[in-house]
């Protein structure tokens, strides 16, 4: 129960943080997903992947329309495999089509049966941050430890939901030069 609250915090929260001046273009990146009949959860997890990147000085853009990223050339694209064949990169919760450099597909189901639903939107914010973080950074490369681990283990999980998991400094700084060679443009807002 604390973790719904928090996020009821972080949900209201999210727009006055939203308007920080000290935000350059550069660390706005828009995605857009669309959550269809599943926007409790999916919502929950955009909220949660937008704390983990805010800890990063990256501020996420939603968009529920995905022609918006596709249109503008501008965003990322996150897909939601609902089902997904068992055969697909087995035991993964998501990729990203890292030398395209725009799409994530999420193994929503998969998630779904990974913890117990009160766990499912933590989790879903930590797949996601993993997997922008991978196009941000153009990287298919992982850390020894934290967000970008390449197996998360049991402690690990135990961390995302006590908001402990977060990016290594080398991670931060490989986003951070991702973003400064992306001509990404700014969204409109």
Request: hydrophobic content about 45%.
């Amino acid at each position: 129960m604390k973790f719904f609250g928090a996020v009821a915090v972080l949900v209201a929260g999210t727009g006055a943080w939203a308007s920080d001046a000290g935000l350059t273009s550069k660390s706005v990146v828009t995605v857009c997903l669309n959550p269809g009949g599943n926007a409790a959860i999916v919502n929950q997890g955009r909220v949660a992947a937008a704390q983990i990147f805010k800890q990063a000085g990256i501020r996420l853009a939603w968009r529920d329309d995905e022609r918006s990223c596709i249109s503008a050339r501008n965003g990322i694209v996150v897909t939601l495999s609902r089902a997904t064949p068992e055969g697909r990169l087995p035991g993964a919760l998501a990729y990203a089509r890292l030398f395209e450099g725009t799409h994530i597909v999420l193994f929503y189901d998969r998630i779904l049966k990974s913890l117990t639903l009160p766990e499912v939107p933590t989790l879903l914010g930590y797949v996601l941050a993993h997997e922008i973080a991978h196009l941000l950074q153009g990287v298919d490369g992982h850390s020894a430890s934290g967000i970008m681990k390449a197996h998360w283990d049991s402690r690990d999980y135990a961390d995302m939901q006590r908001g402990r998991l977060s990016f290594t400094e080398d991670d931060i700084l490989l986003i951070h030069s991702g973003l400064d060679r992306s001509s990404r443009p700014a969204p409109a807002e």
